[in-house]
């Protein structure tokens, strides 16, 4: 059974860090790109980073360049957004998901949604 699980959200201060897993189980993330979205109350949901299949490439959304990296660990079969400088507009519900297409923008072309984790940045 396909399913990736997101953890590692949580309260942080703005200028904090956090780091996002996203463990897949059911097929292996070396084949298959993987993003990160965020959704926040009353917005759509928006593509934060994308990593390619083989790590050809990656995908960063313009509000989070400098400050948030991914990196996929094979041997753990695990995707990670390692999310640094966050701010308070960094606020949302984050997901990962999946695509056999090439990293992009755009929701609709991913998959295999995971739950969510809440991320929350107050003082």
């Known amino acids: 059974q396909v399913q990736l699980v997101e953890s590692g959200g949580g309260l942080v201060q703005p200028g904090g860090s956090l780091r996002l897993s996203c463990a897949a189980s059911?097929?292996?993330?070396?084949?298959?790109?993987i993003g990160w979205f965020r959704q926040a109350p009353g917005k759509e949901r928006e593509a934060v980073s994308c990593?390619?299949?083989?790590?050809?490439?990656?995908y960063y959304a313009d509000s989070v360049k400098g400050r948030f990296f991914i990196v996929r660990d094979n041997a753990k079969n695990t995707v990670y957004l390692q999310m640094n400088s966050l701010k308070p507009e960094d606020t949302a519900v984050y997901y990962c998901?999946?695509?056999?297409?090439?990293?992009?923008?755009?929701?609709?072309?991913?998959?295999?949604w995971g739950q969510g984790t809440q991320v929350t940045v107050s003082s």
């Open positions: 998901a999946r695509t056999y297409d090439r990293c992009s923008a755009d929701v609709s072309n991913f998959g295999s």
């Open positions: 059911g097929f292996s993330v070396d084949y298959w790109a």
């Open positions: 990593i390619t299949n083989s790590d050809v490439s990656t």
